[in-house]
């Protein structure tokens, strides 16, 4: 070996000066790539094996030196160089040191360009299974929340300005609605995800007669990628599956806008538990929702992750380049801060108390059951438009007489029509406008019942 001690260094007649070398290596945030670099390697030595392309015996050391490394990694023991520039040549270094000539011999017929794609699918199929596990976590949450509160009104918004009275539960499920979204995502681009590159070696293919179904069966790929050049140097799934955590965490900072709204006095719908927020140093009343303000925050992190990803492969020819390295930190982040954010979550929802008297209170202000007077005209036979012009109105007589529009009484609303009867109170509360929207979607309590119901059994068998 030269003087560069660079395992790729025979070559070159100088050695990179301290500043290239950090600049170039990805060691201090790739070993986090190890167990999978591992994995894969012990694949692709048994399919060598295989073969007959290396020695039984070789394997055999090469499995035991992999799996000593393994523990050396677990243990916090493993040395990590910079010199050594990434985790694979880390691994591959310490693993000849170990076993000698058959360590020499795993890259047989394989590249780090092939090497490293396998393992950043590994790692993600495996993020990927984690973070639908913790969806499926939040969405029970969710569940639990919504089946205490069904019957618990609140003014439902459009521009933020009170609409129409909705259920509480009906609310909570909308976001059930949007997380089985995200898993859906999540789960078709892990059927993109989940092909395998290796045997594509630098770009190529390679000249020894290798099995790559065979190691694709071994580490649990569905099939192979199917062009060596798109193999080493594709990078969609990674980006489909930053474009699938950006919507899940524009999904959470949606929910955290409406929590920390409804935190407020001015509002004062709901009370999350103390653990999820903190106190200021100078105002002594204060109790900020710090932890829905952070996910709000750190949608804009993944987000940019997305867009690095896309900028990062846009203008790259094929195949592999090194910009390829910058693939790895986005992920990471994209990957710690939506399990990070999950699990919070989940536990934040069991923890939010629900002042159902103060939404009530709320919904009854707005003149929320304007539409529902509307359509009982409309039930008489006025034209729709017709009615929505007697309805407003109404609307402006009540703001007149500084009450709500179910405060009028049934001599002020016949004013406006005569075909207002007194059934029409039947029609003007809370729970009337409510009970009355009783379809597939609606916010009757009857159709959120089956809705939590279709959605447990959703849960139970996805
Ligand atoms: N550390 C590199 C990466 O993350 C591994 C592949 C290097 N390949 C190469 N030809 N330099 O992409």
Redesign the pocket.
Known sequence: MNENNKTWSGRFNEPVSELVKRYTA?VEF?QRLAPFDIQGSLAHANMLAAQGIISRDDLTAIEQGLSQIREEIQNNEFVWSLDL??V?LNIEKRLTSLVGDAGKRLHTGR???D??ATDIRLFMRTAIDEIIVLIRAMQSALLDLAQQHIHTIMPGFTHLQVAQPVSFAHHLMAYFEMLKRDTGRLQDCRVRTNQLPLGAA?LAGTSYPIDREYTARLLGFDGVCENSLDAVSDRDFAIEFNASAALIMTHLSRLSEELILWMTPAFGFIQLADRFCTGSSIMPQKKNPDVPELVRGKTGRVNGHLIALLTLMKAQPLA?N?D??ED?EPLFDTVDTVIDTLRIYTDMLSGIQVNAQNMRRSALRGHATATDLADYLVKKGIPFRDAHEIVARTVQHAEHMQCELSELNLNDLQQFSAEVASDIFDFLTLEGSMSSRNHTGGTAPEQIQAAIQRARSWLANP
Do not use: C
């Open positions: 990805s790739d520039e990434d694979h590249s780090r360009n090497q490293v630098a592999y090194k390829n390295q790895k």
